[in-house]
Every structure is written in structure tokens, then in C-alpha cells.
């Protein structure tokens, strides 16, 4: 087997045809380095993991397992744009207004929120998603595709948010989940704090969508006013999107069930994620807003590092 490897020369990029690593439990023996293409100096490829070109000539990577499943995820923003079932269903979505042109985040599939959620003293939901990230590590498990992706600490970032910090982000595909874990570790001489969150957006019909187990959760409902959010307590069982919705759920269970309304249950699993976020814009958002809905894991409380500590996050999707 092959895999495609691109390298950017003076005209663009180069395809080049390298043997895959084919070993079935795998962290790569030879990095390939010089790959501007990955952001960074070395790259590492395994079975099941090709480096190609997204929309707008982007490097994305392609996660494909043995048993049916693929993920796409591009290195600007680390951004996972689609998550294919066996069936050949995508349960994520890209809205129809994205640019991949690097001049703003992309919209759609799992952004990053980091190292800030929401508005603040930077830009809206801080500048991960406006960044290339590296491709540091891949292996394929038993037939299952996975990779890490890191970000560190650079002049565009410390302009807004003067600290040293790597995160690492790793995805690993199977048959019927999707699993990631963000792991940001202060490498600076000083604390710092930061909030975060995975602004997922799923495929779905909103007039058949459903969310279920948020009861009980204390809520922060932004609308109508963002900036004065109303305290409350969420009492349905099923929560439902007949109009607009922005609303934040503190201290939510480590699972959450979403009909997609599309015939798809998908349950969304965390560990240390301690907030959920659910989010359609309706007529704000009049060409798409009836076939996605956002259900986000959050950190809406801030976090402080001490140098040299991290902070770990897991996030599961899967269907049954």
C-alpha cells in the first residue's frame, strides 16, 4: 500500500508517493521532514492516515479504518470537518457559508474554543481555530486509524495571549465512534488561565431534534440578550428546537443523547468536559439552520496552570 505525501515547493505542492507503514500497531520508525504541508518539520504517517489537499488547496488529513468508517480533519484550526459511519452517513456538518481560505475559522465540523470561550478581551473564541496546527504522531490499532495534532505558543498567538503552551489533540477513529482528548500543558514560567470547548456541529433535521439528558442542569440562557444571560434550571427530559437557541448547561452529566432527527442516536460522552453548550441560529442563520444543530462540550469556568501542569479533556461520539 501507498500513501499520498505532499510537499510544497516554489509553484505549489508536490505529490509524492511514499510505502505506507503497514505494521498493524504502529508509531512511525521514519518521520518525513521538510513537509510544509503538516505545518511543522516532521511529519509521521501510519496505515489508515493519508496527508492530501482539502478545499482550497488546505493539508488535510484523511483517517479511513478497516472497517468502514472515515474522518477528515484539517490542520488549520485542527479542525475535524466530517466523521462518515459505516453506512457512508456523515454525522457532522460544514455550513454551506465556510471559507477555507485561512482569512477566518472554519465553520463547521468540531472547532477548537481556545484559549478562550465566547467574547473576551481576544477575538471570538480565542485563535485556535484560526492556526495551523502539526501533525507530531499517527498509528493505526487494530485497524483504527489515529493521530495527534499540537499546537504551540507563537507571535500571532502571544500578541493576543502573552503564554508559552502546547496543546495536543488526539482523534482516533472506530467502527462506530469518534474519540478525541485535548491535552494543554503550561509551558510558560507563569500561570495562566484560559476556558475552552469543541463547538461541535452535527447533521440534523432541527424540526425532529432532540436532546436528552440535560435535566436538572442549571442553565445560562443567552437569548434574548447574550450579555445578560438568564439563570435558570433545565426541567425537560427531551430538549427540543422549535426557534432560536444559545443556552449553557453548568455542571452537565458525563453523557448526552442526540437525535439527530435524521434516524441517527448519537451518544456524546465526556470525561472533564464539565459543561454542555446547545446552539442553532434559526433565521439568523436562514440558509442552513434547519440541517445542523451545535451540542458542545465545554469548560466555561476558567481554568489556571501552573507552569509545567496540564489539564486533559475527553470527548466520545459514537452510535449504537
Known sequence: PFCLIIEENGDGFDEIFVPSLNSPNLRPTKRYSGMAVAASNQDAVALGVTVTQGEGNLPKL???????????????GGCITSWKVPSG????????DAVFDKKKPISGGIPHCFPQFGPGIMQQ??????????LVESENVEGNP??????KDSPYSRAMWDF????????????KSLSTELKVTNTDNKPFTFSTALHSYFRASITGVSVKG?????????????K????????RDAITF??????????????????????????????????????NPHLQMEACYKDFVCVENAKIGTIQLEPEQSWIAKQHLSIA
Open 242 to 279: 422549535p426557534g432560536f437557541v444559545d443556552c449553557i448547561y453548568l455542571d452537565a452529566p458525563n453523557e448526552v443523547h442526540l437525535d439527530n432527527g435524521l434516524g441517527d442516536v448519537i451518544s456524546i460522552r465526556n470525561t472533564n468536559w464539565s459543561d454542555a453548550v446547545l446552539w
Open 62 to 76: 484523511l483517517l479511513t479504518s478497516d472497517h468502514g468508517s472515515e474522518a477528515e480533519i484539517y490542520l488549520f
Open 89 to 96: 452517513r456523515d454525522l457532522l456538518f460544514v455550513r454551506p
Open 164 to 175: 508559552g503552551f502546547q496543546a495536543r489533540y488526539k482523534v482516533v477513529l472506530n467502527t
Open 214 to 226: 440535560l435535566k436538572g442542569c442549571k442553565t445560562l440562557n443567552k437569548d434574548p440578550d447574550p
Open 125 to 134: 473564541h480565542g485563535f485556535a481555530r484560526n492556526m495551523d496546527w502539526s
Open 146 to 151: 489515529n493521530v495527534t495534532l499540537e499546537l
Open 228 to 235: 445578560n444571560p438568564i439563570e435558570g434550571r433545565e426541567e
